[in-house]
Nanobody, 116 residues
Framework: QVLFVESGGGLVQPGGSLRLSCAAS????????MGWYRQAPGKSRETVAT???????NYVDRVQGRFTISRDDAKNTVFLQMNSLKPEDTAVYYC??????????WGQGTLVTVSS
């Protein structure tokens, strides 16, 4: 069973923008906070941003002010608007549960490459 479908990645120049989308299963979306995560080549996966069902939001410091997480409850979808992209933002981006200490099976992710 596919629990998360991430999309919206691509190749973008430094300073550019992308909007990622993640369609999640209704069971997960309605029960848990959601988060965006990323894994750069040779590095461990890190949390980028989280959003609760009540709209409480947190970002990792290095994306604060550049990325915006949001959710559409009617569509079981969480978004990540990424502006002012930097080469160090290059990674595969995933969504999953957040703030519960437990993760569901990961989806395929969406690759973001920031390069000139």
């Amino acid at each position: 069973q596919v629990l998360f479908v991430e999309s919206g990645g691509g190749l973008v120049q430094p300073g550019g923008s992308l909007r990622l989308s993640c369609a999640a299963s209704r069971r997960i979306f309605n029960s848990y906070a959601m988060g965006w995560y990323r894994q750069a080549p040779g590095k461990s996966r890190e949390t980028v941003a989280t959003i609760t069902s009540s709209g409480s939001i947190n970002y990792v410091d290095r994306v604060q002010g550049r990325f915006t997480i949001s959710r559409d409850d009617a569509k079981n979808t969480v978004f990540l608007q990424m502006n002012s992209l930097k080469p160090e933002d290059t990674a595969v981006y995933y969504c999953n549960r957040a703030l519960s200490g437990y993760f569901e099976v990961w989806g395929q992710g969406t690759l973001v490459t920031v390069s000139s």
